[in-house]
């Protein structure tokens, strides 16, 4: 039988579940750092949720060491925002508690983020038809890389995508990102070809746009109904690192770098900065604010440009 507090904790997450609509991903990740935290503190009810336990679980936080080295500073935020988050429903529901607003996340560094321009860009999108493999997999890999860098989604709304999804007689669909929200993203003329061309090559009818063409998957194709294998996240980042490895760039490039160099695109140029907020569907103009190293050297340019002028006719 579950004691009071494990009973506000399961409400609790069904309440992110059905009422703030948050992902299974996230409501997993909720309950992961909120049992980190009580198996820590030792506690059995929520009056006993002190900020000295808290310190305490802060600092084993801290000194925790993690597959041979410490946890993020961004990792332990998400163990005191998840616990912030509990104590504001715990208060809605006028449960005494520590009040969350006692809780201050870790300062971190500025977020450095990686991004293809150039040479490298223009390699790892012409390298799947570069790789000696099936004609399929070479159009369904350069439509998959097109299509990243025409809408910069993240890679879980790329793998989720139907058939039905897109139009391809329009350059634009709805997608449906984190928290359900929908969002419109657009199709370059590039990625409009080439998911035609891959999508004229297929013979199987498959709702998936896009799935697996190798011989383990035909086999679980034909033990299963005749039902395609869809490409999952994980697959499409390791085929992202393939084709990077193919076109000779060193760095780690994941889908997200894709995303990256799509908004870093835009900004660089001369797209506003909210107009690419609502393109990535960001929810808060802060999450945006990473790409400050595009919005910099815009800066650099406007000050080289008008600033000084007089002195430098003297």
Known sequence: MLNQLQKLIQEFLEYLEIEKNRSQLTVS???????????FAKIMEPAQISQDKVRQFRLYLNRLVSG?????KATQNYHIIALRSFLKY???RDIVTLPAEKLELAKISDRTIGFLEGGDLERILAAPLAVKSPAIIQLRDKAILELF????????????LKIDSINLKKDEFTVRGKGDKPRVVFLSNQARYWLKQYSD?????????FISH???SAKRQTAESNRSVALTPRSIQRLVQKYARAAGITKEVTPHTLRHSYATDLLMNGADIRSVQAMLGHSSITTTQIYTHVTNQQLRDVHKAFHGRRRDKD
């Open 201 to 209: 090559k297929r013979q199987d009818m498959d709702r998936c746009l």
């Open 90 to 92: 715990l208060a809605k």
């Open 214 to 216: 190798d011989r383990a």
């Open 149 to 160: 860098f025409s809408t910069g989604l993240r890679v879980s709304e790329l793998a989720n």
């Open 29 to 39: 990740n909720y309950s992961f750092y909120l049992k980190r935290f009580f198996d």
């Open 68 to 72: 041979q080295k410490n946890l993020s």
